[in-house]
């Protein structure tokens, strides 16, 4: 598997809001959601990196700086592409943001994720994190995030 990444660009946001969009919601939805949330050449705290397999792109992760929950990062999103899935990719992609998080000075992160997701959950435990709130899960040290 020869999975190259990147940080996203405002062309990159049609195909990141194809994958979410095949989970829930519209592509015209995540298409606003991404682009409002898509780092600007002058801001800082906020990242969205994108897994690429060739030209195609097969996932993506996003992350940024919080202090909710005491917390100095929060997972917003990750996705990988159906045909891409079971190639273990999803644990790639938490250790690409952990490490930005870590370049940040970030230590302890959280993720939103509902108690019935049982595949995310599964993938944040085997990377680390631990229950933190019925409908959140942390890492208490972002470090765990890169050895996966």
């Given at each position: 598997m020869a999975?190259?990444?990147r940080p996203?660009n405002a062309?990159?946001v049609?195909a990141l809001?194809?994958?979410r969009?095949?989970e829930?919601?519209?592509?015209?939805?995540w298409?606003?959601?991404i682009?409002?949330?898509l780092?600007?050449?002058?801001?800082?705290?906020r990242a969205?990196l994108i897994?690429?397999?060739?030209?195609?792109?097969?996932g993506f992760?996003?992350?940024?700086r919080?202090r909710?929950?005491?917390c100095?990062?929060?997972?917003e999103?990750?996705?990988?592409?159906?045909e891409?899935?079971g190639r273990?990719?999803?644990?790639?992609?938490?250790r690409?943001?952990?490490?930005?998080?870590?370049?940040?000075?970030?230590?302890?992160?959280?993720?939103?994720?509902?108690?019935?997701?049982?595949?995310?959950?599964?993938?944040y435990?085997?990377?680390?994190?631990?229950?933190?709130?019925?409908y959140?899960m942390?890492?208490e040290?972002?470090?765990?995030?890169?050895r996966?």
């Open positions: 999975i190259a990444f996203a062309s990159d049609p809001a194809a994958i969009a095949a829930w919601e519209t592509e015209a939805y298409i606003r959601r682009t409002a949330y780092p600007q050449d002058d801001e800082q705290g969205i897994a690429e397999d060739g030209a195609t792109l097969v992760v996003a992350g940024h919080t909710r929950y005491g100095d990062g929060e997972l999103w990750i996705n990988v592409a159906r891409s899935r273990g990719i999803g644990e790639i992609l938490l690409e943001i952990g490490a930005w998080f870590v370049a940040q000075g970030a230590r302890r992160i959280c993720v939103d994720v509902n108690p019935d997701n049982v595949v995310a959950r599964r993938l435990s085997r990377c680390g994190a631990k229950p933190f709130k019925p959140w942390i890492w040290d972002a470090r765990a995030m890169i996966g």
